[in-house]
């Protein structure tokens, strides 16, 4: 399968832990991007890699968030001192050119659920 | 901001019968646009996208029309199978900008 890749798929933990998500794009893929999707919505745009430089971040995107690319290709999201309104779907995106508009292909996102 | 609305959040259509789901968009600076189809506990799949320079586009059973006078757009699937059942979204984005903009969703059931 050569499609955008997420791990893990699911994610339980406590109030107050960290977490890290991964993941892996399309191949050869330069854009990626992560995206946050709460129960009944569309996803909501949270940060923006070209490579491994991260371009642009949305207001959503707390203190408490950091993500990477450091090598370009697969990217972390890490989640600090998690809260209960972090319970979402976390997803993951690519896609390849210089512009955004060419269709971006998500991954199966990961589910953080706060306990 | 920009804001993607939709206007029936969910759609029921008998098998064989083609399904219209419709998209406000409230941005006139939009761009390029795409319908993705999501079923549960799965990612949004890639259905087709359209430029801002074209008004209409086709797929396989599906075709997506733009209006940009009114700012809206549909996505019309001939046909409808089972397999339509999911949730779909229209996304908006301005080029100068990595944003895409998502609605709420419709949420499409097809009945056997």
């Known amino acids: 399968d050569t499609g955008v890749s997420q791990d893990p798929r699911h994610k339980i933990t406590k109030r107050g832990q960290n977490v890290t998500f991964r993941c892996d794009p399309i191949?050869?893929?330069?854009?990626l991007y992560w995206y946050r999707q709460t129960l009944g919505q569309g996803p909501e745009f949270l940060t923006y890699?070209?490579?491994?430089?991260?371009?642009?971040k949305s207001r959503l995107l707390s203190d408490r968030f950091s993500a990477e690319r450091p090598k370009g290709s697969f990217s972390t999201l890490e989640i600090q001192r998690t809260e209960q309104g972090d319970s979402a779907m976390y997803l993951c995106?690519?896609?390849?050119?210089?512009?955004?508009?060419?269709?971006?292909?998500f991954g199966d996102g990961t589910r953080l659920s706060i306990l | 901001g920009e804001s993607v609305g939709l206007h029936l959040p969910t759609l029921s259509v008998q098998e064989g019968d083609n399904s219209i789901i419709n998209c406000a968009y409230s941005?006139?600076?939009?761009?390029?646009f795409i319908w993705y189809k999501q079923e549960s506990g799965k990612g949004p799949q890639f259905i087709i996208d359209?430029?801002?320079?074209?008004d209409k586009r086709q797929g396989q059973r599906v075709t997506v029309l733009l209006n940009k006078t009114v700012k809206h757009l549909s996505l019309q699937i001939a046909a409808t199978q089972p397999g339509d059942s999911a949730v779909y979204f229209c996304?908006?984005?301005?080029?100068?900008?990595?944003?895409?903009?998502f609605g709420t969703g419709t949420s499409l059931t097809v009945i056997p």
């Open positions: 995106a690519s896609s390849s050119g210089t512009g955004a508009d060419q269709p971006q292909h």
């Open positions: 191949s050869e893929h330069n854009r």
């Open positions: 890699f070209q490579n491994e430089a991260q371009l642009e």
């Open positions: 941005n006139s600076a939009s761009d390029y």
């Open positions: 359209i430029r801002s320079n074209m």
């Open positions: 996304a908006e984005n301005k080029n100068t900008g990595n944003q895409f903009y």
